[in-house]
């Protein structure tokens, strides 16, 4: 029965892994692109997640900023999921859903790309705080988790079926470690 499971799950991951390559190939050279482009031009890589995914934005911001593949100096990622009593005082208001948009419309600035990471269950703060993000000048990308990306006004969405929630996770923390990897290799040429 393990073994079973282990063989589904690696079977999930592959299955998403190729969702990634095959389908969305061209969509994440734009945005490391844009990065890149971004990062040349003082502007910085915000990053913001919905539910679990929040933890994965933190994990990016740090491939950016400690490193991945080289050593390298820092690249300007934050991650706007670490403000634990703003959370707390917004929840205790029943403000919860502004937790995104309130940092985004403090800290972004035109020229930075702001990239969510969401599933279907919390779509409409993700989408409040990439709107907002636009409104600024902003490049925009969402990753989400699930099969309804209707409303999407965002320049890269990246929509993949989740099978299971902790596949989810994986996929959100292998994107970040391709895009990661693929900034480093455009900005320092290895």
């Known amino acids: 029965m393990i073994y079973d499971k282990l063989v589904k799950a690696a079977e999930d991951h592959k299955q998403l892994f190729n969702e990634l390559m095959v389908n969305h190939a061209e969509a994440l050279q734009g945005l490391t692109q844009d990065v890149v482009k971004a990062f040349h031009g003082e502007g910085r890589l915000l990053l913001l997640g919905s539910g679990t995914l929040g933890a994965v934005t933190t994990l990016a911001a740090n491939l950016f900023l400690h490193r991945l593949a080289i050593d390298r100096p820092s690249l300007p990622a934050i991650s706007l999921c670490q403000n ?3 959370a707390t005082a917004l929840g205790a208001d029943g403000l919860g ?4 948009l309130r940092q985004m419309r403090t800290i972004a600035r035109p020229g930075d790309i702001v990239l969510a990471f969401d599933d279907v269950r919390h779509g409409a703060s993700v989408r409040e705080a990439l709107a907002g993000a636009s409104a600024i000048g902003c490049g925009t990308a969402r990753v989400l988790l699930g099969s309804d990306p209707s409303n999407d006004d965002v320049d890269y969405l990246f929509c993949f079926p989740q099978l299971a929630p902790a596949r989810g996770i994986e996929a959100s923390v292998l994107f970040c470690c391709l ?5 480093e290799a455009d900005l320092f040429g290895f």
């Open 84 to 86: 634990a009593p703003l």
């Open 179 to 183: 895009l990661c990897e693929l900034v």
């Open 97 to 100: 859903d502004q937790y995104l």
